[in-house]
């Protein structure tokens, strides 16, 4: 068993990040696992140097120990770009020249999540993808072909969730406009390359997840087993952002004090533990178990803050 911390070095830890590594924590070294530190940094504009060390030690000071990294998303751009390669080897990517604006004029978000490419790109000749480009100026996207299938799985959290891949998502990005690599495409890769097979992350990516096992499959890739915790979320069910500095590791070790105490309250809070009492996570491990993890939470689906 391989679980991983994925932090992406865009500001300091929230209660909901804490959340979701304990869990991911929890899941592995309950069953004698180890787990992996990747700083998930693909996003150049807003991943900053000071958050890297900052996510290190905010890791380190709660109690959350990992075995092998830190690795950085950075450092992979051969493996996604072998990835890419071997997909667009076999005729499965395309460039597409719509814009964010023209996605949601065409299609509603689906689910409340995101609109479902229509194919807008899909069927244009060499000569409409010239026209295209000059047209824009831009550099195109490359979306990956998708079939007509349901994918699926069986959450640890969520229990079992379904896609029809045609309907319900669309061909979806491998690598974005500005030529980095999408998120999709490089966790598949770098879970697979470091071992990962125990992923814990929130439920709004639970949406991600059939994509990615559709990803595996047609790179020869081993799977993982999943759980897509509850979202922490604030006042009127607006989820914790690293951005507003919701419930941030800072402000909250000056409510609570020490990192036990922090940890208490949220295991308290999310059912992780029978009282809010400072605990460790080392603390924690006797009373958990992944099997209990679908009745554990009071709500699978978010969580209010307090």
């Not at 790109?121 to 007509?148: F, H, N």
Request: hydrophobic share 40%.
């Amino acid at each position: 068993m391989v679980g991983r911390f994925a932090p992406s070095p865009t500001g300091r830890m929230h209660a909901g990040n804490i959340f979701a590594a304990l869990v991911a924590w929890l899941v592995a070294k309950s069953q004698g696992g180890r787990m992996v530190l990747r700083v998930e940094d693909l996003d150049r504009e807003r991943s900053k140097p000071r958050f890297v060390s900052d996510v290190q030690h905010d890791f380190e000071a709660l109690g959350l120990t990992w075995d092998e990294g830190p690795y950085f998303q950075h450092d992979r751009d051969e493996a996604h770009r072998a990835a890419f390669d071997a997909l667009a080897g076999r005729n499965l990517v395309y460039p597409c020249f719509c814009t964010r604006a023209d996605l949601h004029a065409a299609s509603a978000p689906h689910r409340g999540e995101k609109p479902v490419y229509p194919g807008t790109c899909r069927s244009l000749s060499a000569d409409e993808r010239s026209a295209r480009a000059a047209a824009t100026g831009r550099v195109p996207a490359e979306r990956l072909i998708v079939p007509d299938r349901v994918y699926g799985l069986d959450d640890l959290v969520q229990g079992p969730y379904t896609q029809n891949l045609a309907r319900d998502c669309g061909d979806f990005l491998v690598r974005r406009s500005d030529g980095a690599f999408a998120y999709q495409l490089a966790v598949v890769v770098d879970d697979a390359e470091q071992g990962v097979n125990s992923v814990v992350r929130g439920m709004d990516l639970l949406c991600s997840t059939p994509q990615q096992i559709y990803l595996q499959e047609l790179l020869g890739l081993p799977g993982a087993v999943y759980a897509h915790v509850p979202l922490i979320v604030g006042e009127r069910d607006r989820r914790l952002s690293k951005r507003d500095r919701d419930a941030a590791l800072d402000e909250l070790l000056v409510r609570f004090k020490t990192p036990a105490a922090i940890i208490g309250h949220i295991a308290g809070l999310t059912g992780l533990a029978p009282s809010a009492d400072p605990v460790t996570p080392e603390e924690l491990l006797p009373l958990f178990s992944a099997g209990q993890l679908k009745s554990c939470f009071p709500d699978p689906i978010q969580i209010q803050w307090q």
